[in-house]
Nanobody, 114 residues
């Protein structure tokens, strides 16, 4: 059974940084493309980017200058580094597998506020 657990969210001041983690189990992690989404309050989920098994990444234009996705296949973990955060980045952040069907984590809340 596929299981994803995100962590690392919290309250951060504008201009701050956070590093989110997503630990996967129940899949051969090193063969799976992983992605990160977010859902701001009252809005649709937004794809932030993906990382393929080799570590190559692709980002949405809206975040590519500030967010970095990476993975550690030895730890079954994918990371999302958030930099220069603004209140508009307040959202629940989710990781997702590229499996069919895709699997989602439970999400981790990021709140950017002074």
């Amino acid at each position: 059974q596929v299981h994803l657990v995100e962590s690392g969210g919290g309250l951060v001041q504008p201009g701050g940084s956070l590093r989110l983690s997503c630990v996967a189990s129940g899949i051969i992690f090193s063969t799976i493309t992983m992605g990160w989404y977010r859902q701001p309050p009252g809005k649709e989920r937004e794809l932030l980017g993906v990382v393929i098994p080799s570590g190559t990444t692709h980002y949405a234009d809206s975040v590519k200058e500030r967010f970095t996705i990476s993975r550690d296949n030895s730890k079954n973990t994918v990371y999302l580094e958030l930099n220069n955060l603004t209140p508009e980045d307040t959202a629940v952040y989710y990781c997702i597998t590229s499996t069919d069907p895709p699997r989602w984590g439970q999400g981790t809340q990021v709140t950017v506020s002074s």
